[in-house]
């Protein structure tokens, strides 16, 4: 069946306004869905992205707009517009009184997350599904910010660690763990890793690294296993080409915030402890002498700062060889903002067009976004997609 482009374009505005306004639902209908069996599950292992803690129920991790190109991620808000209930045997998503989405499609559970490591551990707790052949790894569950008063105001990496941590056996990963897992993802035909975290000690950091890409080498056979180091500004930069030499195809250095003054106020942490922005900024330009241009990536939580100043960063960070992934943000439980709220859908959307506008202006390519971000299931990666006239399944 031939689908038109302006039908595809609403599927998308629809998946934003998903994404800005959460989906209500009585955790109690999910009895009804194979979870953790045929469709895949929320695992809590870096970031929880609901508006409200549900440590005693599992959650679908996502469902598949109509068309099934794209992908969208459950988030849990009691007060949304948008409702999810599950009649005459099927899930409806309804917005009002409005039916929008007649029987919804959760997606599949891949393989992997039913293995375990040869020590007894979770597959599903090292490494993450992100959708279109992406694994997303977070060594470190927690961040050494929190200790200091310093997290970024925006984060709930640590009260996701105090709420899922426990619960779903979610702790450190060791390169051993790590490599076994994602070699099981690369025989099930996931080709693309990334490895994050919480800040830690710097060196500290690199050597876990170094350990991580030799273990995934010795599973998988591949000397470039398409893997995306995201990692802090540290202050050596001598150490960006340790990464690229271990294996990593891509380095991700995440500043955030672009606009000057509230980097200061909303990343305390990144701005005190770690050289202030101007070092963040140079060490993005150092990654990109390092490992090439546009395979490097950094982020701007989308909603926060102006939008003038949002766009500005993304298009200084864009001429200079940085892939740019506008973060959208959305108030979760646990963080510092929890109770505020992010811009409307219409605000977001704008902020999208203008992204992909803006990497097609300086002629990105779909592999460079992908392989350069943690994920590919953003409104912003869809659109580009779209507007390339490039098509992925979202199974």
């Known amino acids: 069946m031939i689908v038109s482009k302006a039908e595809l374009q609403k599927e998308i505005q629809l998946k934003n306004r998903i994404l800005v306004e959460g989906i209500n639902f009585n955790p109690d209908i999910f009895q009804h869905l194979d979870l953790g069996g045929k469709y895949i599950e929320q695992v809590n292992n870096l970031f929880a992205r609901d508006r409200h803690a549900h440590k005693e129920v599992?959650?679908?991790?996502?469902?598949?707009?109509?068309?099934?190109?794209?992908?969208?991620q459950v988030r849990w808000n009691i007060s949304s517009p948008l409702s999810l209930k599950f009649e005459e045997g099927q899930f409806q998503l309804y917005d009002g009184t409005k039916l929008v989405i007649e029987n919804v499609h959760f997606s599949r559970r891949p393989h992997y997350y039913g293995l375990k490591t040869s020590d007894g551990t979770s597959m599903r707790t090292v490494a993450a599904d992100y959708g279109y052949g992406a694994m997303f790894v977070s060594y470190s569950n927690e961040c050494s910010l929190k200790d200091k008063g310093l997290d970024c105001l925006f984060c709930n990496i640590n009260a996701t660690k105090d709420i899922y941590g426990e619960v779903q056996g979610i702790k450190w990963k060791t390169p051993k763990q790590v490599g076994e897992t994602i070699g099981a993802g690369y025989k099930e035909g996931f080709d693309h890793m990334t490895v994050s975290g919480g800040f830690i000690p710097e060196r500290r950091e690199v050597e876990y690294y170094m350990d991580v890409a030799e273990a995934i080498q010795n599973e998988t056979g591949l000397r470039d296993f398409n893997g995306t180091a995201c990692i802090g500004a540290i202050t050596d930069f001598t150490v960006f080409e340790h990464y690229k030499e271990a294996g990593f195809r891509t380095i991700a250095?995440?500043?955030?915030?672009?606009?000057?003054?509230?980097?200061?106020?909303?990343?305390?942490g990144k701005s005190s402890l770690y050289g202030g922005r101007k070092n963040w900024l140079d060490a993005l330009s150092y990654e990109v002498d390092i490992f090439g241009k546009y395979r490097v990536r950094s982020t701007l939580v989308s909603g926060i700062e102006p939008k003038e100043s949002l766009m500005e960063g993304i298009e200084y960070l864009t001429e200079k060889g940085v892939v740019v992934e506008p973060s959208q943000w959305n108030v979760n439980v646990g963080s510092p903002l929890e109770g505020h709220r992010t811009p409307t859908e219409e605000w977001h959307w704008d902020v999208f067009e203008k992204t992909v506008a803006i990497h097609r202006k300086y002629g990105l390519k779909w592999e460079e976004i992908r392989n350069s971000n943690a994920g590919a299931d953003s409104v912003a990666c869809d659109l580009f997609r779209l507007e390339e006239g490039i098509e992925v399944s979202g199974e």
């Open 58 to 72: 599992e959650f679908p991790a996502c469902f598949l707009m109509p068309k099934g190109r794209y992908r969208v």
């Open 253 to 268: 250095t995440n500043l955030e915030i672009w606009n000057e003054k509230l980097f200061d106020v909303i990343c305390p």
